[in-house]
């Protein structure tokens, strides 16, 4: 398994505003996501994002609006950038473990409210 | 389109019940099926799947696979009121990536 923090843990921000989230694990991995979960919801996967590579967008996700950085094997951050009420969510990261990264462990989330 | 569902998507039990949650998937590419619980914010990895018919058990918990019918099992006997949570099924694709979650089943145990 793996350890997996993540700052900050909650935030209020205001519209049009921009806000970055740290995931940081307790050791190397290779694969590492982000997801969003809106009230409610499920776990939607926003972008796959490896190291040494741009970071891989699912559908209705965009760079413009959530760039990716991952400059080493154990640390990731996610802007959710010109934020508007719709981007209230938990954002979680996530990192793929086990010979093929089958496993997923998650950070504790980043609760966000956008007023 | 690739989907997971599952059934049902609210449940309330006693004590001491025993409980059946239901995932079914439609997924190309298919590697395994996770399973996890979600109290709070961040979901606690249970299970992961990849072979038909092979029962892994946690405790109280177990879960099987049959990929000919595509779908999944997660049994919890004896529930506890602590077993309340929302049980998430997902799908992995690939390599680790693209993984797809059902919509959860929201489970709560009265005591």
């Known amino acids: 398994s793996a350890v997996i923090s993540q700052k900050p843990s909650r935030d209020i921000c205001q519209r049009g505003t921009s806000l970055t989230i740290q995931c940081q694990v307790d050791s190397q991995v290779t694969m590492m996501f982000w997801y969003r979960q809106q009230p409610g919801q499920s776990l939607t996967l926003i972008a796959t994002a490896n190291q040494g590579s741009e970071a891989t967008y699912e559908s209705g996700f965009v760079i413009d609006k959530f760039p990716i950085s991952r400059p080493n094997l154990t640390f990731s951050t996610l802007t959710v950038s010109n934020m508007s009420p719709e981007d209230s969510s938990i954002y979680l990261c996530s990192v793929g473990v086990g010979g093929q990264g089958y496993e997923q462990y998650f950070g504790p989330g980043t609760r966000l409210t956008v007023t | 389109e690739d989907k997971v569902v599952q059934s049902p998507l609210s449940l309330v039990v006693h004590e001491g019940d025993t409980v059946t949650l239901n995932c079914s998937y439609e997924?190309?590419?298919?590697?395994?099926l996770l399973w996890y619980k979600q109290e709070k914010k961040a979901p606690t990895f249970l299970f992961m799947l990849?072979?038909?018919?092979i029962e892994k058990k946690s405790g109280r918990l177990s879960s099987i696979l049959d990929k000919k019918e595509l779908f999944s099992i997660l049994n919890i006997t004896a529930t506890q009121t602590g077993d309340s949570a929302v049980y998430l099924c997902?799908?992995?694709?690939?390599?680790?990536?693209?993984?797809?979650f059902g919509p959860g089943t929201r489970l709560s145990v009265l005591p």
């Open positions: 990849t072979s038909s018919g």
């Open positions: 997902a799908v992995a694709r690939n390599y680790g990536q693209n993984f797809v």
């Open positions: 997924v190309t590419n298919f590697r395994s």
